[in-house]
């Protein structure tokens, strides 16, 4: 599932994170967040995702102004053939409506926990 030729790219994202990226780590790092371990700049498949929970097959992404709908589709369907479901934030989601996008991310989470059961 991972591509090791990643990794090197994945560790220079998670150096270079935007605040958006290490504000939402802050609460989802650790385990802090129900109890569930996320990974940041996560390789799969030819893509590396900003955080995925493997438990529940679950990734989220965040979006800066350099992304299109185009793009993000098709990076959503390739993630998505590894048995990932996608959730998308705009970064000013993130900074503006924490607590929003946490509820979201929750939501999600407790389903594909419960499908993972």
Known sequence: MTNKKLT???????STSTVAENRLWYYLRGRRFEGTKFT??????????DFACRAAHLVVELDGGQHSDAAD???????ERFGYRVIRFWNNEVLENTEGVLAIIRHELMLGLDRAD
């Open 8 to 14: 090197p790219i994945a560790r220079r994202l998670r």
């Open 40 to 49: 940041r700049q996560f390789p799969i498949g030819p893509y590396v995702a």
């Open 73 to 79: 589709a098709d990076r959503t369907r390739a993630i």
